[in-house]
Structures are given as C-alpha cells and as structure tokens.
C-alpha cells in the first residue's frame, strides 16, 4: 500500500505539471486580446504606447521560454501572481472563495447521499414493483431536467408565491451582499445556501441512486448473498452487511469525481444565488482576460482532482478486501 501511495504521488506531479504546461499554452494562444483589453483607456495617439506598456506588465514581451520558465518557478513555489484588476494575490483570493464553494458542494453531497441511498435500496429490492417505477421515473425526471431550469422555477415560484405556500422567502435568491460565513452567523448562512443544495443535492442524488440500484440488483444476484438468503438472514441483514458495501464501489467513484467538482465551484448556482465561490470568480476572470486568476484557480483545481482521486482508490481497498495493492 506504502509503495503504491508514492507512486500514485509521483504519478500526480508529473499530471500537475502537464496540466501547467496546458494551461500556459493555451492562454497565450492569442494574448493580444488581453493586451487590447488593458489598453482600452488609451487614446488613438497613445494606443499603441499602451500596448507596449500592457505587453511589459503581463510579461509578454519576454520570448516564451523565458516566461515558460519563470511561470513553472513561480508555479512550484505556490506564488500564483496577482489579479491584473484588483492586485490581489490569485492564491489568496481563491482560498477566499472556496470556503462557500466547498460548503456548498459538500452540503449538496450530504443531501444527495441522504436522498440517494435510501431510494436506490428500495428500487433494487422492489425491483418491477409500482415504487420502483416511481423512483425511476423520479430519478429520470432529475436527470432530464437541467439544475437552472430547476433553480429558476424555485426562485421564481418562491419569489411569486412565498408566504402563501410553504416556500419561505429567503429560500430564493439572494444578492452577493448578503452573503455571510457559516461561522460568523449559521442560521443566515444556512438560509442562503439551503435551496441551492437541495436543488444541486437532489439533480446529483438521481446520478448515484441509478448507479446504486444498477450495482445492487448485480451484487443481489451474486452467489454468496444467495447464501445468506438461504440461511435466513433477515432482509435488513443481508443487504446492510453483505449487498450495500459490494454495491457502494461504483457509487464511491461517482463522490470521488463530486468532491473534485466541488473544488471547482457551482458556476450556475453561485450566480443565481448570489454566492461567492470559486466557479463564479473563475467566469468571471475569463470574461476579465485575467491571467494570473485562470492560471492560478485551473492548477489548483488540477491539484485538489488528483489527490482525491488518490483518496478514492485507496479507500476502495477498505470497501473490498478482494482489491488488492502493488
């Protein structure tokens, strides 16, 4: 196991830093955008004095090499730049925003599991019956349904009919103002991020209750669940101890790539709901043509999918003795 971890990290490096190379590349594919968008201000006659100045503050000016060089040094010393607008440091202001984005993403998960597991057990073992066909067509309607067509009809049905029904007003959206830390006051914190979470929780709650009842129905028709069947094991038994864990490796591997998604930030719902994370600072740096920011927040979301992808498989040996390391 030893010897596989220390692996698997040298492996990861050798992504991170083809992942850096990509990135570099692929922002100065065409960087005279960014140069025109820094010498907007400019006048006619100072035009093209701006840009040379532009071109010398992004370090463009220096042959590609050089500036390969220096971004990979800069890179393995955790010093990420600054904005090209607000002169922030890149790697504080996304440690800034990924407090809401990993709060958001970690409560969509909790209630995706809580919704999932559950309905995904009892469509497997009430396979063909009524409940099953509902759960499906549940979980389906879920799938087919975009997470912002679901997110606008909520905000628009709270802002329409809350205090008539049982919607409360603060479950709609909310301006980026009002936003407040889980620690500087919960009961507000919660108020703002509950409906994104459910809505978020419940669209990726369909995706792991269809693996988990696909997984349950194979490992329900496996030899050794047969047996415990035979010696009367209780239903509760049986698919608790024996079926539920077998079942549960596929269904790791899909929160695995949700905890990396999370890193990355709900790019829709921190919109519509006025919550300051990661994926709507991203968007937003891209439309800016910021790069230190999109550099910055793409390799440390390059960082955070390896190591829990690294995190995943090791934990597959703990759900199944039978996996084995080397």
């Known amino acids: 196991m030893q010897q596989y971890v220390i692996r698997r990290i040298f492996l990861n490096v050798i992504v991170i830093f083809l992942v850096a190379t990509m990135v570099f590349l692929a922002l100065r594919i065409d960087p005279d955008n960014v140069v025109r968008n820094r010498a907007l201000g400019c006048t006619l006659q ?7 100045v532009a071109r010398a503050e992004l370090g463009l000016d220096k042959p590609l090499m050089e500036q390969y060089v220096t971004f990979i040094a800069d ?12 002169k922030e440091s890149v790697l504080d202001s996304v440690m800034d925003r990924a407090g809401p984005s990993i709060e958001l993403g970690l409560l969509q998960i909790a209630v995706a599991l809580a919704v999932a597991l ?72 919660l ?15 369909a995706i792991i209750m269809r693996f988990l009842r696909s997984q349950m129905l194979e490992v329900l028709r496996q030899d050794y669940v047969r047996t415990a069947w035979a010696k009367g094991l209780r239903e509760r038994a ?16 899909i929160v695995g790539i949700l905890l990396g998604s999370i890193v990355t930030g709900n790019v829709i719902l921190e919109t519509l709901y006025g919550i300051p994370g990661i994926g709507f600072y991203l968007v937003t740096s891209i ?19 390896v190591f829990i992808n690294l995190v995943i498989d090791v934990a597959y040996g703990w759900l199944d003795p039978r996996i084995k390391y080397s």
């Not at 100072?46 to 040379?52: G, I, L, M, V």
């Not at 905000?155 to 500087?184: M, N, Q, Y």
């Not at 024996?242 to 079942?247: C, D, G, P, R, V």
Request: aromatic share 12%; charged share 15%; proline share 5%.
């Open 75 to 86: 890179t393995a010393t955790f010093d990420l730049g600054e904005s090209y607008y607000t």
């Open 238 to 253: 049986v698919v608790v101890r024996h079926a539920l864990k077998n079942a549960m490796i596929p269904v790791l591997t």
């Open 46 to 52: 100072n035009y093209e004095q701006c840009r040379r």
């Open 191 to 205: 108020k703002i991020v509950t409906g994104p979470a459910l809505i978020g929780g419940l669209s990726t709650g």
């Open 287 to 305: 439309k800016q043509f910021d790069y230190p920011v999109v550099q910055g927040t793409i390799l440390m979301i390059a960082v955070s999918l």
């Open 118 to 189: 559950p309905i995904g057990v009892i469509s497997a073992i009430r396979q063909d019956t009524w409940i099953d066909y509902l759960l499906r067509f549940t979980a389906l309607a879920f799938l087919g349904i975009p997470v912002f067509v679901i997110a606008v009809f909520v905000i628009l049905g709270t802002s329409r009919f809350a205090g008539d029904t049982f919607l409360p007003e603060w479950f709609g959206t909310h301006s980026g103002s009002d936003w407040v830390g889980i620690f500087d006051d919960p009961v507000q914190n």
